[in-house]
């Protein structure tokens, strides 16, 4: 089994272990809630919301989102991109990366807008914590080289020193050991000279990492118990307890199973009192791995099965390869070649699509992609330095002066006009290829509604008629049975009529938007649970084709959320609007819901109506009040 190191690497949140956030504290924070002040409010939740992050996390995010909803009343874009990366943070703490990921691409933008670099270089920091939790090693990559040449530029050297170690971290995955070692040192280096004592501790666990491949193992362990003194002074109980692992791995590879089992249990033992879950697999899969080779396999099946119990949505690829790779030898071992096989192939796919061929030589081209800005950032701050000596000597000469500040002002005009340009392309792109996504939806959409129409369709009408042409001829016995087979035949005719019409109504092709609604909510009504009501202007002819399939389909998916969670016992539909725009309202009388449940909701039917909407360039507004209902306001142009 690969030797596994969780180096708290990229985030670098120290979770409490030892010692507990001082309740004083939280206390006299709390009391600035009540405050009437916004501003004091919104410092004191982003302080909470972190304390909270390893006490409550869930309490964590309520606070998070109620800050998020004050800076976008105070309408302070700083604020507000705080409030996303503090929402990162907590779902990150929350091992939800997905969620984690979305609030900090959704922060990025207006750390770029404000031009706050510090904020960028942290952002990128923790997307590249976020893809190195998922396997990703080549992408983390790339947001690590970005956050590095920030915080190159900020100087700020804390952190140049962690993403050196972050970057050794993914060079290390990667099996690039020499990369490694060299971006170990480096950081190593810069956290002696700052006193940075964690900064030290990860570095000698990545040391440890490369002696081990160097069989340097007595080298390994010495790096790897330095850095438990550490871990455990600090109260860091997730890099502690994979330290101590570290430590059973040495034992291992040294022969000696006994000290390397109590290692073991001690950090799966540190995992449980934390409550760290990806812990708790990792040192079952260790244990089971140390138990299989005394051919204790009973047991070692235990810590399988618990891994097993354990397995969520967010655990990563690396635990699922381990689990994969656990079960094929448990398997083997005990002669179930059947199953060791079939686990064997799952580890083998897996990894094949994590270390792809492509991947080594996407990484060669970062590393000098980021030699080459190292570079340019050395060369540019060497220019400043002779131009600020030039301008010294030439200090009575103004004509110099007004030539080169009108150079700078040129440079600086040209890298804005670049910069803009590049993230309208970037946008441009992103909007291409969605659009050519959802056009390919439809494409296909509009290909299974043919088949489905003209093949089985046919073909139950002719079954139909064949059915039905034996009617009066078979003798009563059979003419029951036959009745109920030409009923079923009806039954199914209607369902393909149906779901082709769902998959792309005839209507919106042959005559248009009005149309194809009016044929929806004659559909919807006949179930007489819900009326529906429809009203539109005479602007409709107007409407490009494109954007009537983006408005059916947005009034499809709205109607339906409504149909299945609203209780309602009326929806309106109003379109209306000129040749230059439209409007569109979708309203309902039922239960209505709280809309901070939308970013807890693991459903995509609201992010799918915003990502078509886009498309058009369409404005999306979502009101609802609980027991009064819910309203959908869309404007659009034309």
């Not at 120290?14 to 410092?43: G, I």
């Not at 000596?389 to 080169?404: H, S």
């Not at 078979?474 to 009923?487: G, K, S």
């Not at 360039?617 to 009101?623: R, Y």
């Amino acid at each position: 089994m690969k030797l596994t190191a969780i180096l708290c690497c990229l985030m670098a949140f120290p979770l409490v272990f030892f010692a507990q956030t001082d309740q004083r504290y939280l206390d006299s924070l709390e009391t600035y809630l009540k405050k009437k002040d916004d501003s004091l409010k919104l410092r004191a939740i982003s302080d909470l919301a972190w304390e909270y992050n390893s006490i409550d996390v869930s309490r964590a995010i309520r606070l998070n989102l109620k800050g998020l909803r004050i800076a976008q009343k105070l309408k302070r874009d700083y604020a507000v991109g705080q409030a996303y990366s503090d929402l990162g943070s907590s779902y990150y703490f929350k091992r939800d990366f997905d969620s984690s990921a979305y609030y900090f691409f959704k922060a990025l933008p207006i750390a770029k807008k404000t031009n706050n670099k510090l904020e960028m270089a942290y952002v990128y920091h923790q997307l590249g914590a976020l893809y190195k939790e998922r396997a990703d090693y080549q992408t983390s990559l790339k947001y690590n080289f970005t956050s590095l040449k920030l915080y190159l530029e900020l100087k700020e050297k804390h952190q140049i020193a962690l993403m050196y170690n972050n970057i050794g971290v993914n060079y290390e995955e990667l099996k690039n050991y020499k990369l490694a070692y060299s971006y170990y040192q480096k950081s190593l280096q810069i956290n002696k000279q700052e006193k940075d004592e964690s900064g030290i501790a990860r570095n000698y666990i990545g040391l440890g990492n490369i002696s081990i491949t160097r069989n340097e193992l007595d080298k390994a362990y010495d790096y790897y118990e330095k850095a438990s003194v550490i871990f455990e002074k600090l109260g860091w109980g997730i890099e502690y307890s994979s330290v101590i692992n570290n430590m059973g791995d040495v034992l291992e590879n040294k022969g000696q199973f006994a000290q390397a089992l109590d290692k073991r249990k001690r950090a799966l033992d540190v995992a449980v009192e934390i409550g760290d879950v990806q812990g708790q697999s990792r040192y079952n899969l260790y244990l089971a791995d140390v138990l299989m080779k005394w051919k204790k396999f009973p047991e070692a099946l235990n810590h399988i099965q618990n891994v097993e119990k354990l397995r969520t949505a967010e655990h990563s690829l690396e635990i699922e390869m381990d689990l994969y790779e656990m079960s094929s030898k448990y398997y083997f071992g005990t002669n179930d070649f059947k199953k060791g096989s079939a686990y064997l192939n799952k580890f083998h796919n897996l990894k094949d699509s994590v270390y792809s061929a492509e991947l080594s030589e996407n990484v060669a081209s970062m590393e000098v992609k980021h030699n080459t800005q190292q570079l340019r950032l050395e060369k540019a701050e060497s220019e400043a330095a002779n131009l600020k000596l030039t301008n010294e000597n030439l200090r009575g000469n103004q004509l110099r002066n007004y030539i080169i500040l009108g150079a700078v002002i040129l440079l600086l005009v040209g890298s804005v006009v670049f910069y803009l340009s590049n993230q309208k392309l970037k946008r441009f792109e992103e909007r291409k290829r969605i659009n050519a996504i959802l056009q390919s939806e439809e494409t296909e959409r509009t290909r299974i509604a043919r088949e489905l129409h003209d093949g089985l369709g046919q073909l139950l009408s002719t079954a139909r008629i064949n059915a039905a042409a034996i009617d009066g001829v078979a003798d009563e016995e059979d003419e029951v049975i036959l009745n109920n087979a030409i009923e079923l035949i009806d039954q199914a005719i209607g369902e393909v009529r149906v779901i082709s019409h769902n998959l792309m109504p005839q209507a919106l092709s042959d005559k248009g938007i009005v149309e194809a609604l009016q044929e929806l909510v004659v559909r919807t009504n006949t179930a007489k649970r819900t009326q529906v009501n429809f009203s539109c202007s005479d602007f409709a002819s107007v409407i490009p084709k494109f954007v009537q399939l983006t408005i059916y389909r947005v009034v499809q998916e709205i109607v339906t959320n409504m149909l299945k969670h609203a209780n309602a016992t009326q929806i309106t539909i109003e379109l209306s609007g000129q040749e230059s725009h439209f409007n569109l309202v979708v309203a309902d009388n039922g239960k209505g819901f709280d809309l901070e449940s939308i970013a807890k909701s693991d459903g995509i039917g609201w992010e799918n109506i915003q990502t078509r909407l886009s498309l058009i360039n369409a404005k999306f507004n979502l009101e609802s009040t609980i027991g009064k209902g819910t309203s959908v306001t869309i404007e659009g142009q034309l």
